[in-house]
């Protein structure tokens, strides 16, 4: 008996430091120092919550951008459903794999079709091939760049307008030193809309 209670006591205190005070401890930490990230980088439209900055959206319609392709499938079906958030994952397909490679030229043949004068070339492979989430929010500002004209034509938007559009949501890298510059697709398609619809 002489042990059980220290036992319990330890228990009891590791659970109240470790399962209560640490997390609690965390989050209003967090809530004070990076709120926006803390509450899942909320992105608005018209003062309500549509989306998440750092969880990537489906857009295929001509009017504008698209992201980079996603291998999600939906967890019930175990069909495709792009950008499915409950059931991230890559394709998990190999370079030499028959199945990744036909996806590939599918994807190419479609962006060239929808853009007309692209050659293979100017594609970058991150309108090509899947993330290893799925759900990448970002692409190269290559990627955006070459989608102008087809996105000007769907709009009515000058491809100047575009361009600088594009230009102010390139961020990184971050602090000037870690990873690449990239392009939000979600916060730009944002700005496309609202200059659309005012």
Do not use: C
């Not at 989050?27 to 608005?44: D, E």
Request: cysteine-free; charged content about 10%; overall charge positive.
């Amino acid at each position: 008996m002489k042990y059980i209670k220290p036992l319990v006591g330890v228990t009891v205190f590791l659970w109240l430091l470790l399962a209560l005070a640490y997390p609690l401890g965390m989050t209003g930490i967090s809530q004070l120092v990076f709120p926006y990230q803390a509450n899942g980088s909320p992105v608005t439209l018209n003062g309500r919550v549509v989306a998440s900055a750092i969880v990537g959206q489906y857009f295929n319609q001509k009017g504008y951008f698209w992201g980079r392709p996603s291998d999600t499938v939906n967890a019930v079906t175990g069909k495709p459903q792009p950008y499915n958030a409950a059931n991230s994952g890559s394709s998990n397909l190999g370079p030499t794999n028959k199945v990744l490679v036909h996806r590939i030229e599918a994807r190419i043949a479609h962006l060239q079709q929808t853009n007309p004068g692209l050659t293979v070339s100017q594609i970058p492979p991150d309108l090509v091939e899947g993330s290893g989430s799925g759900l990448d929010p970002d692409i190269s500002p290559q990627a955006a760049l070459i989608q102008i004209p087809r996105v000007a034509k769907a709009t009515g938007l000058s491809p100047a307008y575009l361009r600088a559009l594009v230009h102010q949501a390139t961020t990184g890298p971050q602090w000037g030193l870690f990873g690449r510059r990239v392009v939000n697709v979600t916060t730009l398609n944002i700005d496309i809309y609202q200059a659309k619809h005012g």
